[in-house]
Structures are given as C-alpha cells and as structure tokens.
C-alpha cells in the first residue's frame, strides 16, 4: 500500500532503478518529527523483487554522513537527496549532496561514494571536478540525477527559486519583521516618487514584476544573497544562473568532460510563450531514457508536483509534457490548489519500469511539518505517442489489485486527509489546526480531526454486507460519515475516550470505490485503524 515501506519509515526524494531481478528505492532519510531535512544522517536502501512490489525488505544502511571528510561531529552534516548509477566498470556510484557547517552546502557541488553492488556499504570515492581540478559548481548544484546512456554517463543538476514555495514559507515573527522593513522601503521610494507604479493600494507593499521580467539589478540582489555568487561571476556565464543543467562525466566518474548545458530553465527566464510556463524547473532532477526519447523528471515551481519533459536528444530541445503526480492531487481532473487534498509541500522522485510496468515514485508530507516524508508510488502508463497523463495519490500503490475489506488497514494510509483549507508549505514545521498524521512511539495515527475533518481510502472492493470498525479515542462526541464513491452508506457514532477504543457500523455495496470518513461533532478525536 501506500504509504511504501513501513509507516515508521521516512524515506523521501525516491529514486527507483532495477538491477537485475530487483527494484531498489535510494532516497534520503528523514525522522519521525524531524525539525530540518534528512535529519537521521544516512541513507538506507530498501528493495523488492521485481515480480512482487509488496514485498519490500530494508537492506539495512549503505553509507553514512561520518564516512564524508567535510562531516563535522560537532554540528553534524545531512545527505540529500541521491541517485546511484552503474559505471562501465560494473560498480555503483552514489551521487549526492553534502550540507554540513563551513561548506558551500546544497549548492557546494556533488560528493560521490562507491560500492561493488546497489546495496552494499559504500565508501567515499571524491568530488565531482572540472578537467583544472576545480570543484564543478559553476551553476546551481543540487539534486543529482546520473544515467549510463549507452556507456556515455551523464549528469543531471540545477536549482531555481520557486515564487511559490518562497511564499509558502512560514510567516513567522521573523518573516514579520523582514515584511515590515520591506514595506518601509516601498513607502520610502514611493514618497520620492519611485514607486508610484509598484504599490499594493491595501498596505503599501511593493509589488514585484513577474519573475520573466524581473531587471537584472534585482536578480543580482538575489544571487549575492542566496548564493554568494557575485554580479561579475553571474555576468560570464553562458546561460542564467537557475536552471537544470547536464554534464558528461569520464570513467572515473568524478570529471566532468563536457560544458554545462542548459535543457530546463527556472521560473526567472521562463517567459509565457514557453511550454514550461506556470511549470518551470524548480529542483529534483531525474532522467530516464525510454524508447531512445529522453524523460527529464523534476518538481516544478509549483513544488508540490512532478512533471517531465522530453527530448530526442541528452543535452537539449526538451519541450514540456506534464505533471506526472501532486502530493495534493493539484491539477488532477482540473483540480485547483486551493481544493487540495492533503497539506502540500516539496516532492521529489521518478519513474521506473518494473516487470513490464511503469510506477512513479514520489513522497508524502506528514506531521506538520515538510521533514518527515514518506515514500509512495501509484501506477502509470506512457502512452504510444510518449505522453503520460497525471495520476492521482491512492492507498493501493503498487498493490496488486485494489484493497479488501477483511482484516485491518492502519488509519494512516489514507491517501487523502483535508478540512477543505490545507495549507502548502516549505521548510517549516506548522501549527496550524490542520489533521495530520503523526507518530508517537510506534504507533502512527491520524491526529487533530475535528468538524469537517475529510479522509479517504482509494480504492476498496466491495462485497455485500460489511462491517467497518473505527479504533479511535479523543475528546469529540459525534460521527463519523461513511461513504463509498460520494454517497453516503452509514454513521459511527463515537464517544469521548481516553484509550483506543472500537466503534462500528454495517452497510452493504457491490462495488469498487473510494472509501470516505468525514467527521461531524465536537472535540477532536484520533484514528488509529480500520477494521473490517
């Protein structure tokens, strides 16, 4: 089902390939709660055979951040998101990036270890270099996607601010006052006469131009600030500063042989005439090659979803072709953000065949917050002109065949969890009073649902008489709303309670379809399971 692995696990930024009869997933590794990104410094690899998707088995930890020379034991150093490829000499290369303190970090450039097989314990083999010896990171780099194309290896790397995920971010007291200072400013160079055209009528705020048409003089502001890249280092370069990028490498795996190519620009020099406009690069490279064309897959600007491009060639004329997946299903069946189905924020992944079968691989958000993410996958289908159409999340994954109705499901597989305002969110943890999906020790739940509270189950068979049991506990007194593709087929009435508790009702349908608790009454309450 989906959530992937075990519910205890949070392995996000899911990058999928097949070597010999298995599927291995390599990714980062967040914690339970976590308070930053890929907090449990390491990576583990987790796998099945490629003739059962259900039968995944950790294959313990391949590489640590200690094993890195930059780590730094006082203040620690987290791993990012990777990618492992096969060089030409049978062995397999991990890609990454490295943050730890004193660095250049996310954008410092890729750190690579090397292993005698996909899951074995790597060791650390170098920094990707320039032919002169000097650390490759004239653009962006982050988030490395590496192919053995035929023997050629290629490298695939960038990042571009997103408007969207900056405006997500948390307004804390912080953010207030950078606000207030900023709207001091406006009105400073309104009342010389310079910003008559760039003020907000509600509060005085400038209003920035679109982000294509952002002056240079602005963007210079930014690269310093963010970057650390200055005016004279940003003007020499042939392409703007945000963007993917694609590199070849020699077969040490470590040099790079070719100058960056642009494929994907970000959200700053992509203007409306473009294919990519309103789904510019943001970051989350990943490549494939299927049937000679090349898939380029990446989180957009909208940085809740991932989309692709294609292209006939490696290293240019990509043209967009869609989203892919929404951790919010944004955009499926024209739905719009505002009606997202659960709390969105960053995803990261890609697609992979498996036993004649494509899935893609992305993550979810849990906890209120964006640092602790689980791994998903949902079935796709490229379809005979290349094309994929966007898919939307369910519980069933990779499954083989939709859910039963006997036994037990843990609450937390839902595949949808809202109160209709989800928020979408980035690098923060929230309090905003939103249900959410939490753990405490081992046992991992839906928390905070309160009137209106909405959470789904796609998809179910249905066969006659059922029973459905709720195990749940809180303060609320009320019902829980059962319905089977919209309609509604009964009540659990609940109580207040301090333990787990089983409440139920009995319905009867013929049918497959989504299975839908909406919570009607006072309180709050938490689910723990389902019974059937």
């Keep these: 089902m989906n959530p992937l692995l075990p519910l205890q696990e949070y392995m996000p930024d899911g990058e999928p390939h097949v070597f010999g009869d298995r599927i291995y997933l390599f990714g980062s590794h967040d914690v339970a709660g976590g308070t930053k990104y890929c907090a449990a410094e390491d990576y583990v690899v987790w796998s099945a055979p490629v003739t059962d998707m259900t039968d995944w088995r950790c294959e313990g930890q391949i590489y640590r951040a200690e094993q890195d020379p930059q780590y730094d034991a006082k203040t620690g150093g987290e791993l990012y998101a990777p990618d492992v490829v096969q060089g030409n ?69 960038g990042w ?26 406006a009105k400073a160079a309104e009342g ?9 009528a509600k509060d005085g705020a400038r209003q920035l131009p679109p982000p294509w048409q952002m002056p240079k003089e602005g963007l210079y502001q930014v690269y310093q600030m963010l970057f650390g890249k200055t005016k004279e280092e940003v003007d020499v370069l042939e392409y703007p500063l945000m963007g993917a990028n694609t590199y070849t490498l020699a077969d040490d795996m470590l040099t790079v042989t070719s100058k960056a190519k642009r494929i994907v620009e970000g959200q700053f020099a992509t203007p409306p005439e473009s294919s990519f406009f309103g789904h510019a690069f943001y970051e989350a490279s990943s490549i494939r090659k299927i049937n000679g064309k090349y898939y380029f897959i990446y989180s957009s600007e909208n940085s809740n979803e991932l989309c692709y491009a294609t292209s006939d060639f490696p290293d240019k004329d990509f043209v967009y072709g869609g989203t892919i997946i929404s951790n919010g299903d944004v955009g499926y069946e024209g739905r719009k953000d505002e009606d997202r189905l ?11 065949c498996v036993n004649g079968e494509w899935y893609v691989f992305h993550h979810r958000q849990t906890n209120r917050s964006t640092f602790s993410r689980q791994a998903c996958a949902e079935k796709v289908v490229i379809k005979e002109d290349g094309s994929i159409a966007q898919v939307e999340c369910t519980s069933e994954g990779p499954n083989r065949g939709h859910l039963q109705t006997e036994g037990e499901y843990p609450a937390a597989v839902c595949c949808n969890l809202t109160n209709g305002h989800m928020p979408h969110c980035t690098n923060t943890m929230i309090e905003d009073d ?3 999906i939490t753990q405490k020790e081992d046992e991992v739940y839906i928390a905070n649902i309160k009137e209106g509270t909405l959470f789904a189950y796609k998809y179910f068979d249905f066969h006659g008489e059922t029973s459905l049991g709720l195990v749940t506990r809180g303060s609320g007194t009320g019902v829980f709303e059962v319905s089977l593709a919209g309609r509604k087929v009964g009540d659990i009435a609940v109580e207040p309670d301090t333990e787990w508790n089983v409440y139920e009702c009995t319905f ?22 389902l019974q059937f």
């Design 89 to 157: 000499d049978g062995k397999y290369y991990l890609y990454y990036n490295f943050v730890a303190s004193g660095t250049d970090g996310f954008h410092g450039g890729f750190h690579v270890a090397v292993c005698d097989e996909p899951a074995g314990k790597y060791e650390y083999l170098g920094i990707v270099r320039n032919p002169d010896g000097s650390i490759c990171n004239t653009y962006l780099m982050s988030d490395p996607a590496v192919i053995n194309d035929d023997g050629v290896i290629r490298l695939y790397a």
């Design 160 to 185: 571009s601010l997103s408007m969207v995920a900056q405006a997500a971010h948390r307004q804390d007291e912080k953010y207030a006052d950078a606000r207030a200072k900023h709207q001091q400013e």
């Design 192 to 200: 010389a006469g310079e910003a008559s055209q760039m003020t907000d």
């Design 342 to 352: 659960n709390m969105t924020a960053n995803d990261h992944g890609s697609i992979e």
């Design 434 to 436: 939103i249900p959410y």
């Design 508 to 529: 009867s349908a013929e049918m497959t379809a989504d299975l839908t608790l909406a919570y009607k009454g006072t309180g709050e309450r938490e689910v723990l399971k």
